[in-house]
T-cell receptor, first 112, second 115 residues
Framework: QKEVEQNSGPLSVPEGAIASLNCTYSDRGSQSFFWYRQYSGKSPELIMSIYSNGDKEDGRFTAQLNKASQYVSLLIRDSQPSDSATYLCAVNMLAGGFKTIFGAGTRLFVKA | GAVVSQHPSWVICKSGTSVKIECRSLDFQATTMFWYRQFPKQSLMLMATSNEGSKATYEQGVEKDKFLINHASLTLSTLTVTSAHPEDSSFYIC???????????FGPGTRLTVL
């Protein structure tokens, strides 16, 4: 089992729709969770962080965390073509020493 | 805030030469920086963790004698790809976090092409 798993996609949504990106992780003791956006040919950009169960909203982005289910998600409301990118889920894990583990990413396409 | 720069943004070199990539935290001090490599359409691969004033910690399978890391100050880490070969051609990205446990801020990356 991979430590951080994401559906590789591509996930295709129409402009204006809600895009839902999901991520599961293996280390139950993990405390910090992050979402990064990576445009093609560019480096990742931190867009959301979440540390406690529940929802965290920032503009059109909402991160959701459920530690019992070891699940973290990112919702993008009113999706725009400019949101088309690869979204990386990252988890700070304590198992084996403190380390940030990245998922392989989900490619999102927002169709105009 | 939390800006990380890299230099150069791209480099083309001949096989057998060495290439140095610099990573700087511009507005914060970074005791720890990370070096990643990313091949086209693949995920980020952590190569090593760079610790200021001490030796870097390399991930399994990464040759420490080939990828030399120096973190001599709280704002600068360098990665030197020694005796580069075409298979070393990749996108090299550094990152740092402002505090342990918080998100990482990535540099813009360096695209290395070895002929």
């Amino acid at each position: 089992q991979k430590e951080v798993e994401q559906n590789s996609g591509p996930l295709s949504v129409p402009e204006g729709a809600i895009a839902s990106l999901n991520c599961t992780y293996s280390d139950r003791g993990s405390q910090s969770f992050f979402w990064y956006r990576q445009y093609s040919g560019k480096s990742p950009e931190l867009i959301m962080s979440i540390y406690s169960n529940g929802d965290k909203e920032d503009g059109r982005f909402t991160a959701q965390l459920n530690k019992a289910s070891q699940y973290v998600s990112l919702l993008i409301r009113d999706s725009q073509p400019s949101d088309s990118a690869t979204y990386l889920c990252a988890v700070n894990m304590l198992a084996g020493g403190f380390k940030t583990i990245f998922g392989a990413g989900t490619r999102l396409f927002v169709k105009a | 805030g939390a800006v990380v720069s890299q230099h150069p943004s791209w480099v083309i070199c001949k096989s057998g030469t060495s290439v140095k990539i610099e990573c700087r935290s511009l507005d914060f001090q970074a005791t720890t920086m990370f070096w990643y490599r990313q091949f086209p359409k693949q995920s980020l691969m952590l190569m090593a963790t760079s610790n200021e004033g001490s030796k870097a910690t390399y991930e399994q399978g990464v040759e420490k004698d080939k990828f030399l890391i120096n973190h001599a100050s709280l704002t600068l880490s360098t990665l030197t790809v020694t005796s580069a070969h075409p298979e070393d051609s990749s996108f090299y990205i550094c990152s740092a976090h402002t505090e342990t446990g918080y998100g990482q801020f990535f540099g813009p990356g360096t695209r290395l092409t070895v002929l």
